[in-house]
């Protein structure tokens, strides 16, 4: 099992930075491929970025390319969202998610849908006012 912890949200303003964290226990980002989800009042939980098991592939939404950048250090089981330039259409409800690949031991892979996930934090809000 695994337990996905998130924090960094808040409230900024428009053209200011956050940094959200989310530390994982149970299972190691060896095994995993990671992804950051959001979701809006009144929209669907959209895609917002996606790391593989390696690290080495990234893939982003065209909103926040140029903008939002993921990372992830293994030795603390943490990923990170370096969000810079915000907006306020970048504010919603944000949400790290794993996919578990343990027992597979080959390729790279990205994933970019919802229901490609397996685990999933709890939210963390980040409100841009203009």
């Known amino acids: 099992q695994v337990q996905l912890i998130e924090s960094g949200g808040g409230l900024v303003q428009a053209g200011d930075s956050l940094r959200l964290s989310c530390a994982a226990s149970?299972?190691?980002?060896?095994?995993?491929?990671m992804g950051w989800f959001r979701q809006a009042p009144g929209k669907e939980r959209e895609f917002v970025v996606a790391?593989?098991?390696?690290?080495?592939?990234?893939a982003y939404a065209d909103s926040v390319k140029g903008r939002f950048t993921i990372s992830r250090d293994t030795a603390k089981n943490t990923v990170y969202l370096q969000m810079n330039k915000l907006k306020p259409e970048d504010t919603a409800v944000y949400y790290c998610?794993?996919?578990?690949?343990?027992?597979?031991?080959?390729?790279?892979?990205?994933?970019?849908?919802?229901?490609?996930?397996?685990?999933w934090g709890q939210g963390t809000t980040v409100t841009v006012s203009s």
């Open positions: 790391i593989s098991r390696s690290g080495g592939n990234t």
């Open positions: 998610a794993v996919r578990n690949l343990r027992g597979i031991t080959y390729g790279d892979r990205l994933y970019r849908e919802k229901s490609e996930y397996d685990y």
């Open positions: 149970g299972r190691t980002f060896s095994d995993v491929a």
